[in-house]
Every structure is written in C-alpha cells, then in structure tokens.
C-alpha cells in the first residue's frame, strides 16, 4: 500500500502574535500602536484573516491524508518526506523561505491578504485549496517549475535559494575574494566589495532586479521558469590590488561562478535567510550556478 499524502501547512506569526508576544495583552498592544499613529485594528483583521485562511485550508485537505503546520522560523528543523503536498499559507516571501528545504514536493501558494501581497507565488485563495491539493497530488497535476540557484562550498556545504543567493561579509566590512567563471583555465579576479549577488527568474520581481535597474544593465533578465541566472558585484573598489572587471554576467545551465575567500570571513545566504547561512574563511572556494532542484509550484 502506498503512503497517504501529507499535507504540510507552512505559515509565519503574524505581526498581531508578535505585538502580543511582545506586550502581553491587546490593550498594551493597541496602546504602544496609537503611541505612534497606527490603530490596532488594522493589524488584527489581517491576523483573523491569516487564521480563517489556515481553517479554510486545514478543512479542505482530504480526510484520509495526514496534516502536519511548520511555522517560519522551525522550517531548518522540520523534515519533510517525498510524499509531502506544501500548502504556504502567507505572503510570496515564504514561498521562497520554504523552497531550500524542499526536494521536489509540490507546493501550492495560498494568499491570506489579496491585494496587501503581490501573489506572484501565493496565486491562489483558500476557497479553491481542495482542488489544489488534488491537482498538486496527481502526477498529471500542472505546476511551474521555478529555476532555483545553489552555493556548494568546496567542504560540500549546499545551499539553496529561490530568489538569490548572496555572497558577501558579515555586518558592513568588506569582502575580499578572487572571482571567475568556474572552468579551466579561466581568468580571475581579485576583488573587494559589498558582495556578489546571483539571482534566478523569480528573484527578477525584487533584490536582482533593484541591481540590474541601478547598472542600467542590457543582460535580459529571465523569467522565473528560464533556465538562466544574471549575477551583479556590488560596490566593487577599484585599487592597485583589486579590480572590477568582472561584475556582472550570466549563468546558464552547465556553467557556474566560482568565488574564492581572501579575508576572514564571507557567509554565504539565500532569500534574507540569515539564520541559515554557510560560513567560509580564507581559502575556502564555493561554486555557484543553476541547481538541479527546482520549486514545483501548482497552478
């Protein structure tokens, strides 16, 4: 017998919980907000919205599969199992927070505030999660397959991102490495920068986008299911050891952009995922390109 699915619910407190966790009770909550100029009801509406979403969707899913709820900030410490159905139940951000931990599953993007949220991966309203969950269930289910981007360090640490992967130093110093195209023979660098930033399709809506806007760049930037990345330099100094010949490019299937460490420390992370980050030292070499993994979200 094969195993039930199981559909994991993937949400993020909300900004209520979090005033509550800070404040106690909804009257201080709402006291610290008026203090200033922003009503609490606003934020409490959004909140009840957020737990009549996550009802709705718990209600849909059918009742022979198995349900589990991750919230945010556990996603390092949650397993999730070939057979898992990801329901995200938030904003477009915790798409991409949640895609480094996946492995293929299918995902499906539930918007809890349209309107408020773009939707560009949470396209769907908690009415139509029954029927998702089926589609994204059945092997002949229609999904996007989202390129995603990946760092693998030389000691084999892997990282995965669904909008960007930025490589850079930790708090507002400056990172120093020598970079190149990852084949034989090929010329590097030396540089010193703010960091590198490597960018996919999806990430095109935001970070790597502001970047490519900024350097007037004439590189296309690719949609979210292309098989391509663009990468940017940011602030790269220009001095008598250093240079800035090589700061922004495109990566397509096959080849990658090898970095390698020239100052202390350089942590490397993807999708404002801090917390979870790889952090290298001098000498140490990290590859990136387009991974073999990609997000599967259902349409």
Request: glycine fraction near 10%; charge should be negative.
């Amino acid at each position: 017998m094969s195993l039930a699915p199981r559909a994991v619910l993937v949400h993020r407190t909300t900004e209520y919980e979090e005033l509550l966790a800070r404040h106690g009770t909804h009257g201080q909550a709402a006291f610290f907000l008026s203090s200033r100029g922003r009503s609490i009801d606003e934020v409490a509406r959004r909140h009840r919205h957020t737990q009549q979403a996550l009802a709705d969707v718990a209600a849909a899913v059918p009742l022979r599969w198995r349900q589990s709820r991750v919230e945010r900030v556990d996603l390092d410490r949650f397993l999730f199992a070939p057979e898992d159905v990801v329901v995200v139940v938030g904003q477009d951000g915790l798409v991409a927070n949640v895609a480094k931990y996946l492995s293929g599953q299918p995902v499906v993007g539930i918007d809890t505030d349209p309107g408020r949220n773009p939707g560009v991966l949470v396209r769907h309203r908690p009415s139509d999660a029954a029927g998702l969950l089926r589609a994204a269930a059945s092997p002949a289910g229609a999904a996007d397959e989202l390129t995603m981007v990946e760092a693998v360090s030389d000691d084999t640490q892997r990282l995965l991102a669904l909008n960007e992967i930025y490589l850079g130093p930790p708090g507002h110093q400056t990172a120093r490495y020598r970079i190149g195209p990852d084949a034989p023979g090929a010329a590097t660098e030396p540089q010193a920068s703010s960091g590198v930033l490597v960018g996919t399709g999806t990430g095109a809506t935001g970070w790597l986008r502001s970047l490519w806007q900024e350097r007037r760049s004439t590189l296309p930037l690719p949609a979210p299911t292309d098989p391509r990345l663009l990468w940017f330099v940011r602030e790269a100094w220009p001095s008598p050891a250093t240079g800035t010949s090589l700061v922004a490019g495109e990566l397509g299937h096959g080849q990658g952009l090898r970095l390698t460490v020239e100052s202390d420390r350089v942590v490397v992370f993807g999708d404002g995922m801090e917390t979870d980050a790889l952090d290298l030292t001098w000498g140490q070499t990290v590859r990136l390109g387009i991974s073999a993994t990609s997000l599967r979200l259902t349409v």
